[in-house]
């Protein structure tokens, strides 16, 4: 289960975040010379904390799927490559707004293993229908062992 931990700036109702004012700009024609968005990538920061580099593009996202470890918190950073996109993990309360150039934040609390569907919610253009992708929450063993570093 994925329960909300926080969003970032000006919720605009439960689980909804706004673009954050906090973090960095990115040039979205650039992504691949960005040191936070070249890989997109989950990454621990802390003890049970994760950092997640999302990036949304015509017409999907950047990993796929996203690998989280469960029984931690995960913040998301999520930034696009070309137009407005949404970022709405499919059954929770996570789901931002994803805008060019500027970088979404959301933080999220993992509990036991799920996989969850990943949905673009903002009008994104012809295949803005089929613009899908997966979170999946696994064990801390099985997230080390699939590529996460878990050191």
């Not at 700036?9 to 700009?25: F, I, K, L, Q």
């Not at 003890?47 to 469960?70: H, L, M, N, S, T």
């Not at 993990?89 to 569907?117: F, H, K, L, Q, R």
């Amino acid at each position: 289960m994925f329960l909300l931990g926080s969003v970032t700036y000006g919720a605009v109702g439960p689980g909804v975040a706004m673009v954050s004012d906090t973090e960095p700009t990115v040039d979205a024609g650039a992504l691949d010379e960005d040191e936070r968005f070249s890989e997109p990538r989950v990454e621990q920061v802390g003890e049970d904390e994760y950092a997640a580099y999302v990036v949304a593009r015509q017409f999907g996202f950047q990993p796929d799927p996203i690998v989280v470890p469960a029984n931690s918190t995960v913040t998301f950073y999520v930034t696009s490559a070309d137009v407005i996109h949404g970022f709405e993990v499919a059954g929770t309360n996570a789901n931002t707004m994803v805008v060019p150039g500027e970088v979404s934040e959301i933080t999220v609390e993992t509990d036991e293993p799920a996989e969850y569907g990943l949905i673009c919610n903002e009008y994104c253009g012809a295949g803005h229908h089929v613009m899908e992708g997966k979170v999946n929450v696994v064990s801390q063993a099985e997230f080390e062992s699939s590529g996460g570093d878990g050191e």
